[in-house]
């Protein structure tokens, strides 16, 4: 499962892993930073926070441009520094006056482009590493591994984030307004492990920065040749998959939009026994709480799985007593728990980069099962299945919602104290199976665009990935409209028609989206 890729995956893996801890970090406290440090209001911070995240998702295509014409790994070295250095803007505590607002954007800006030069290219390289033969058939799980080392990065950030905005305040004395710097600077350090691990391993993937990569051992570089009707066929059926994409995180995204406010609004507010393990807000680096928990999960999935696959008596040994070790450490705290543990909306934003990485080696254990069978899906054939599969979680979510009031009318039933709640399970649920969803599409489509992108055009075409990513995001506004007085039930059916009609799409087109990737 995690064996026989190339050895650049691991350096790319983890440099992105550091890459995007530091992003994340930042992303965590940013909005509120606005707030407490500018005194902007919610909408003035929201609407600086959605430009940059529009911003930073769009400028990828000039980056993948670039990098075709002078070079990928070029082009990632020029935007770890380029985002190293609007990190260490924001870290410099200038307080709120005019000049702090300026070293502000020109360190966004900074953030933007960095990102725009690093991210999609390093995914290029990966790309590239599994055009040798020997590893071609492991493009989608190498992907996959990938894509999980992202979201062990962002499953602690916030965590690391406001932990030591809380210990800068509690034990330095430090403001409110100023620990968020201290923040900031956590996403520096992090920038610079990702260097450092990014130069020291550099010569395991350096073979993988050019346009086509041959096997090891051969003496020249042969470029694959297309012609103009082919070049235009693949840029063609990408663009087609993009059009699905945008779809997909237009509902996926919810997450931040109409989920959030169904956990605010719609959701117990306090929760015992033992789910209530996973549910308690904590961020002091001192209190293992839901996150260490949802870790136990992780490592006790990890343990089972290897006791099977391991292939050593010593490798069954270990898993089985990680195995042990997780089960025991959640039972002791199931047997120990007292009360109710107040539930906040954020919370809830924890599983699905937790569930990423629990659930990555089942589903590439899955997949792994059916390619020794010949039964594999192809890779546009998964794309549709996670449309499929992200339909049934809204529609776990519509089920939850029958007979609740539309949201202008549960405000005042709040207020009223008459509103009824509906268990937190419904949103857990709904998050596990959007992410067994995401990782249906997100690494399988990325890895999708590796593998058929012109060799001249690569960078370019990873670009337009995030491209329609940004635009998933702008979209995700529309439901949100919809929210106040419409009953739940639409707001959620509009969704599964969204990802239904894009299942269906892919699936017309599927042949010719299966040509083009052989």
């Not at 995007?20 to 707030?35: C, I, S």
């Not at 082009?75 to 990190?87: C, D, K």
């Not at 009031?405 to 709904?430: F, H, R, Y």
Request: hydrophobic share 55%.
């Amino acid at each position: 499962m995690f064996e026989g890729h190339p050895k650049g995956l691991w350096a790319l893996a983890l440099a992105n892993t550091g890459e995007r801890f530091g992003y994340y970090t930042m992303l965590a406290v940013f909005f509120l930073f606005l707030q407490h440090n500018f005194g902007f209001s919610v909408g003035t911070a929201g609407t600086i926070q959605a430009t940059f995240l529009g911003v930073v998702y769009f400028v990828p295509l000039f980056g993948g441009m670039l990098a075709d014409k002078f070079g990928f790994g070029k082009m990632v070295t020029i935007g770890i520094l380029v985002m190293f250095l609007g990190y260490l803007l924001l870290a410099l505590p200038l307080g709120a006056g005019t000049m702090a607002l300026v070293v502000m954007v020109l360190a966004l800006l900074f953030v933007c482009v960095g990102t725009g030069l690093f991210k999609g290219n390093l995914q290029v390289l990966v790309g590239n590493l599994y055009d040798d033969p020997k590893y071609a058939a492991k493009r989608d799980e190498g992907f996959s591994i990938f894509y999980m080392a992202i979201n062990i990065g962002s499953m602690f950030a916030a965590a690391a984030a406001l932990g030591i905005m809380a210990w800068m305040q509690k034990d330095y004395g430090v403001s409110k307004a100023d620990s968020y710097h201290y923040a900031f600077a956590v996403a520096c350090v992090s920038l610079v492990f990702s260097i450092i691990i990014y130069y020291t391993f550099r010569s395991t993937f350096a073979h993988a920065d050019r346009a086509k990569v041959v096997a090891k051992g051969a003496t020249e570089v042969v470029e694959e040749e297309l012609t103009p009707a082919q070049t235009k066929e693949r840029i063609v059926c990408l663009c087609l998959v993009f059009a699905v994409v945008i779809f997909f995180w237009m509902a996926f995204h919810q997450n931040g939009t109409t989920m959030t406010q169904f956990a605010e609004v719609y959701t117990a507010k306090s929760e015992g026994g033992f789910m209530s393990l996973f549910l308690s807000e904590s961020f002091s680096f001192a209190d293992t709480r839901s996150i260490w928990n949802l870790v136990c999960i992780i490592l006790a999935v990890y343990g089972l799985l290897n006791i099977f696959q391991s292939k050593t008596a010593k490798g069954k040994m270990i898993a089985a007593v990680l195995l042990i070790a997780s089960v025991g450490v959640l039972a002791y705290r199931a047997m120990t728990v007292t009360g109710e543990v107040e539930v906040k909306a954020p919370i809830f934003q924890q599983f699905n980069p937790c569930f990423v990485v629990a659930l990555t080696p089942i589903i590439m254990l899955i997949f792994s099962s059916l390619a020794k069978k010949g039964k594999e899906p192809s890779a546009p054939m998964k794309i549709g299945l996670g449309m499929l599969v992200a339909g049934v979680g809204f529609l776990l979510l519509l089920v939850g919602s029958m007979g609740l009031l539309t949201p202008d009318e549960q405000s005042v039933a709040l207020k009223n104290g008459t509103a009824s709640l509906v268990s937190p399970n419904w949103l857990i649920s709904t998050y596990f199976v959007l992410t067994i969803a995401e990782l249906f599409l997100s690494p399988i489509g990325i890895s999708f665009v590796s593998k058929v992108a012109p060799p001249k055009y690569k960078g370019m075409m990873m670009g337009g990935w995030f491209v329609a990513t940004a635009i998933g995001n702008f979209l995700v506004a529309v439901p949100a409209l919809l929210w106040g007085s419409l009953p739940l039930y639409v707001v959620w059916g509009v969704l599964i028609a969204i990802c239904l009609v894009s299942a269906i799409f892919i699936f017309s087109i599927l042949k010719r989206l299966e040509a083009v990737a052989k």
